[in-house]
Structures are given as structure tokens and as C-alpha cells.
């Protein structure tokens, strides 16, 4: 990135799935002399009290946010989307959000997204289904029951050693071309009642332009291109629906011409700019490699309600 950074606002912990605990995050933070760090873990608010409180100590302010995972199922789109927000200080000794959000976040990962995939199976492809091939409905707690930690593989090995399907049965159920296929995350109007609710958190598209990456990239590999970014936008900047006040600009997976047309995209769109590493280990994905101004900082943190101009 050819500009000068204080702050690096996009960045995972152990909480999630980084390779620093969040006090390691923000002691490294501190090394590379950033004034602040975002630590925005997937799903989870788990890691912000540890960097918080590491963040005193460090000399760096830690900027509170949470990267939410967004499904979409539409005819020209079927995957996940990435939304920032950003948590004013004052939200996190609030037992309702936390609460709330932890509800709602958890609805996209782990069990819920268990429960919410048995569910799109049994209505394509159950004995009362569109489609039947199964004898008798899937279950979570047959999948549940072979790991911790379900996967697609689970969801095969119930098929076939449960319910007798073939290989390619199974595929036609759990591809990700599949009629019954949902993406992890969830619904963008699951995550509504919750802004309506904190209206003072800051809202950013997470690595917008990312899934159009020249050559070979993880981001081409998972994102959409960014045509259909831009056929959904629309979703984005309903404020009955997701609400957005932001962009993120500044980003490893963004070529120049990218960085230009997303910044064109805020000045279109009236939104602020943001920028992160994204980082989630210390050597393919590292910290302090992209970021904001001290000005584009003291725009966010002015957004949250928060003082501006601080280091610490």
C-alpha cells in the first residue's frame, strides 16, 4: 500500500479463527507503531475484553468492532458476504447487546447453521419434499453426533451411512450447486432487529471489491466479482434492511483500481472510507499491511460517538 496508515481496523484472533490471541494482536499492533487496531473476530464478541485490556498497557487504542458473516441465496448469487461493525465502547458493559448479539451471531455458525441446513435439505429432498430421496428426514443430532465441530464431510458420512444415499446423491444434496444449499452466515434480516435496536453502531461492507482480485487469491476463490457486489448494494444501503455507513477501501485484496472505484463508490454513496490487513496469522495474512489516516480514523470514531485524536 503506497500511503501512510495509523490505524489497522480488519484484524482476527484466537477468538475466531486468527493465530494471535487478542492481546498478542494487540501487542504486535503496538510494535509495528500503529496508534489503534481494529480486532474484529467472525461471529463473536469474545476477544474484545482481553484486548481491551492489553490495550492500556500496549500505549494503542483498540477499536471494538465484529465481522458479521451475511448469507445470500439469490439466482445470480448463492454465497457469504462480510459486514464490519463497529462497537462503541460504552455497548460492550451492556449485558442486552451483548446478549442480543451473540444470539443473533451464532445463528450463522455451529448449530444454528446445523439446523438451518437440515431444515433446507428436508423441504428439497425429505419423504415430504419438492424432490424426495430421502425415507425419513435428516436430523441435526445424527450429524451433531459425529464431531464438535460439523463440516460437509458430517453432513456425507450421515447421508450415506444413515440414510444409504450414493456419492452422487450426496453431492446433489450437499453440493454447493444444491437447491437445499445454504451458505454460512445468516439472512441479512436476521442481523436487522439488532441495528434497529444500536442504531450507534458503524456499519462497513467488509472488503468490498476483494472477489475480483487479478490471478490466483483466496479472495477470488470465496468472494463474488464485484458486478454482483454491485447488483446487491442495493440491500446494503436500505436502512429498513442493513443499513450502510461505510465502505472498506484500503485492503490486501484490493488492486488500485479497485482502491479508486470503491473510494468513488463512498463519495457516490455518502459513506466513510475504512481499510484493514484482515490479518489472521503472522506470515500469509499478517498485520499492518493496510489501514486508515489519522483524519479517516477520527471520521469512524467520530461516527461511534467516540473521542477522536487519541492514541491510546
Known sequence: MDRTFIADLHNHTTASDGEYTPAELVNQAAALGLRAVGVTDHDTLNGLDEALAASAAAGIRVVPG????????????????????YIPYHLLHDVAFRGMAEAIFSQGRGGGLVRARVAAINAEFGPNGATPLL??????????????????????????????????????????????????????ATLTPLLKAYPQLVRVFAHPAAGSYPGESLYNEVLPPIEVVDTL????LDEDLLG???????????????????????EKYDLIQTGGSDCHDRVNRPLGVAGVTQAEL????????ETVALGI
Open 244 to 266: 450502510l455507513d461505510g465502505l472498506e477501501v484500503q485492503y490486501p485484496g484490493h488492486v488500485q483500481e479497485h482502491r479508486d472505484l470503491m473510494a468513488a463508490w463512498a
Open 66 to 85: 465484529v465481522e458479521v458473516s451475511l448469507r445470500f441465496k439469490r439466482p445470480y448469487f448463492t454465497g457469504t458476504l462480510h459486514y464490519l461493525l
Open 233 to 236: 448494494m442495493p440491500e446494503f
Open 135 to 188: 425415507q425419513r428426514d435428516l436430523t441435526a443430532e445424527e450429524i451433531e453426533a459425529l464431531a464438535d465441530n460439523v463440516t460437509r464431510r458430517h453432513f456425507a458420512l450421515a447421508l450415506s451411512g444413515n440414510h444409504g444415499l450414493s456419492k452422487e446423491q450426496v453431492n446433489l444434496l450437499i453440493g454447493n450447486d444444491s437447491r437445499a444449499y445454504i451458505p454460512s452466515g445468516i439472512d441479512p
Open 298 to 305: 477520527d471520521v469512524l470514531l467520530a461516527l461511534m460517538g
